[in-house]
């Protein structure tokens, strides 16, 4: 007896061994995300190296790039082809724009990766989301990144922090019935109250001015500075807006002039961080006041149920969202969140495994948002999702990481919130132009030239910080030396054929 027990237990120490020896062999795979607050992963790697080991045939890392960050961190990566990075966040607005970096080579084409392992990926993504990311990349048409689920429109809103402005005697529907132009008063009062250190006006100034402006981002623009617009109709998202679909040099026309002299009106009379007009410091400065509650009125590019995000939660302030227009469906919000492999990457097979498990396993998504079950949050009764104070130390950007629909419901956001976000979604209308997405393989040269220009003005012109009495015209006249008008011209050629093909 002695002797099969002592041959059970060589046994258990070899198969255990074993086990260890092939988790060691098994390659790592990292990921690039966007716009975290993530400080300790070490219990959530832990868990999902357990659970993809003999799925995805792959260990995890995670590189966690916030707002601040990320956009540095994903393009050097790319553009020095570290294959250290094997898996990056990439959408229609970030510095790595997805249609740019797809075009230019920096994208696995992931067609027949997805005809091989991607079965239950193209059975948990809508059809249009998949559609949304076939473009002419650098390996001919088809998919270069895994489409998240996640808001499929775009929606901008007014970020009210209703506490301070209920204390300064006003009511949520005395600020609905005011515009940008009239915020003055609210300021003015703010810094009465609260002291001249006190910043009211909290935005992330690019997003700003497509809220005024009633502009949005124009697909296969340049991502980090976009240059294009297109109007909407503010009425109606599905009409042609007030210049039809003809896009126009965002920074030439008579709303961008009233935008950024209003806006160095309020900066100049303190009401606005001058943090915000610095690239270094803009968002970061932004999403540590937003933390705080420590402003009256901010912008947020909104998605259904952000108000019972945990981090508007913990603000301790009552916040409303205010929107600017319907929420509409564009090219760039089907493009909003997306993870491409790179061509870099020395494990793409293992990689598009990942991403295809944790877009249709509701398991591994939950892991990666939310984190580990009796760590970082509890499961009530009702199934629902109770966090622990160890979320603040582990909160990823939900809306970057895939596709949220497969998540659980929260406490905060209550039973029957994902069956309520994809109705959301499916009420959205779309604009004119949905589906267009500028090729700027012919103009590249002027659009690197035109992004060095926007950089040095943009986001100071945007924040109030430059007097657009001066500052506008220079920049103007730089643009046009940068080729502005050769970029317009190729845009609006593909645009007009692209509606008439419609």
Same mark, same amino acid.
């Given at each position: ?44 790697? +832990? &868990?999902?190296?357990? =659970? ?5 045939? %792959? @260990?995890?890392?995670? !590189?966690? *790039? ?109 600020? +609905? &019935?005011?515009?940008? =132009? ?5 300021? %003015? @009062?703010?810094?009465? !109250?609260? *002291? ?307």
């Amino acid at each position: 007896m002695k002797k099969v027990f002592a041959l059970l237990v060589a046994l258990a120490m070899i198969l255990t061994a074993s086990s260890f020896a092939l988790a060691e062999e098994l390659p790592t795979i990292t990921i690039m995300f966007h716009g975290s607050n993530v400080t300790d992963d070490t219990a959530v790697l +832990e &868990a999902v190296n357990d =659970y993809i080991a003999d799925k995805v045939g %792959a @260990k995890l890392e995670v !590189v966690w *790039g916030t707002w601040g960050d990320f956009d540095e961190k994903a393009t050097n990566a790319l553009l020095s082809g570290d294959s250290s990075i094997d898996m990056v966040f990439t959408c229609s607005w970030s510095s790595d724009e997805y249609n740019t970096y797809a075009k230019n080579g920096y994208f696995v084409k992931l067609d027949d990766l997805i005809d091989e392992y991607g079965a239950d990926l193209k059975a948990a993504i809508p059809e249009s989301l998949m559609q949304a990311a076939t473009i002419e990349g650098a390996e001919g048409m088809g998919i270069y990144a895994v489409n998240g689920f996640k808001d499929t429109a775009t929606q901008n809103t007014w970020d009210v922090n209703v506490t301070l402005l209920n204390e300064l005697g006003y009511t949520l529907e005395d600020f +609905e &019935a005011m515009s940008f =132009y009239d915020f003055g008063e609210l300021f %003015a @009062k703010a810094k009465e !109250v609260k *002291g001249d250190a006190f910043y009211p006006f909290l935005v992330e100034p690019m997003v700003l001015e497509r809220m005024v402006t009633g502009s949005i981002i124009v697909a296969g623009d340049s991502g980090s500075t976009n240059l294009l617009s297109l109007y909407l109709n503010q009425d109606d998202v599905s009409q042609e807006g007030p210049y039809g679909n003809v896009l126009l040099n965002k920074f030439a026309t008579d709303e961008y002039k009233a935008f950024v002299t209003k806006m160095h009106e309020y900066y100049e009379a303190g009401y606005i961080d001058p943090s915000l007009a610095v690239a270094e410091t803009s968002n970061d400065t932004r999403t540590n006041a937003q933390k705080t509650g420590d402003y009256l009125i901010g912008t947020q590019s909104y998605a259904y149920g952000y108000e019972y995000n945990p981090e508007v939660l913990d603000r301790g302030i009552e916040v409303a969202f205010v929107p600017c227009t319907d929420p509409y469906v564009d090219t760039t919000a089907s493009q909003g969140a997306m993870m491409a492999i790179s061509t870099a990457s020395e494990h793409p097979e293992e990689s598009f495994k990942f991403l295809a498990l944790l877009n249709s396993d509701p398991t591994l998504m939950t892991l990666m948002n939310y984190g580990v079950e009796g760590i970082h949050y509890n499961l009530n009764d009702e199934g629902l999702v109770e966090f622990t104070e160890e979320r603040a130390n582990y909160s990823p950007w939900t809306n970057g990481v895939g596709n949220v629909t497969i998540l659980p419901d929260t406490v905060d956001e209550g039973a029957g919130f994902r069956e309520h976000f994809k109705e959301y979604y499916a009420g959205a209308k779309a604009i004119p132009s949905l589906g267009f997405v500028f090729n700027n393989a012919d103009v590249a040269n002027e659009m690197a030239a035109l992004g060095t220009v926007a950089a040095q003005y943009a986001l100071a012109l945007d924040a109030g910080a430059l007097d657009p009495e001066t500052a506008l015209p220079e920049f103007l006249d730089a643009l046009d030396a940068a080729g502005m008008q050769t970029y317009l011209d190729a845009a609006n050629e593909q645009l007009t054929a692209y509606m008439a093909a419609k």
